[in-house]
Nanobody, 115 residues
């Protein structure tokens, strides 16, 4: 079992940067693929970025070249560095762990980008 707690969400101006953090509990963290998802009001939850246990990454098309996902297995942490933020990046950002048959989710952290 794994529990996830996100932090780092804030109000930022367009063009700015933020770094989100996700603290995980559980002994099997290092083997999980971890991800960041986001959900804007009235929209479906969408993939932002994934990182495998080996460090391979995958990004949603809308954030490629601007966002970077990383992980520190020794600290059981996952990060999302967000640069060149746009108003359309405004959403609740969720950390997730791929448990194969299901996902474990954090409670989310709000990111608001003002124009």
């Amino acid at each position: 079992q794994v529990q996830l707690v996100e932090s780092g969400g804030d109000l930022v101006q367009a063009g700015g940067s933020l770094r989100l953090s996700c603290a995980a509990s559980g002994t099997l963290f290092s083997i999980y693929t971890m991800g960041w998802f986001r959900q804007a009001p009235g929209k479906q939850r969408e993939l932002v970025a994934l990182i495998t246990s080996r460090g391979n990454t995958n990004y949603g098309d809308s954030v490629k070249g601007r966002f970077t996902i990383s992980r520190d297995n020794s600290k059981k942490m996952v990060y999302l560095q967000m640069n060149s933020l746009k108003p359309e990046d405004t959403a609740v950002y969720y950390c997730a762990a791929d448990l194969t048959k299901d996902y474990a989710w954090g409670q989310g952290t709000q990111v608001t980008v003002s124009s």
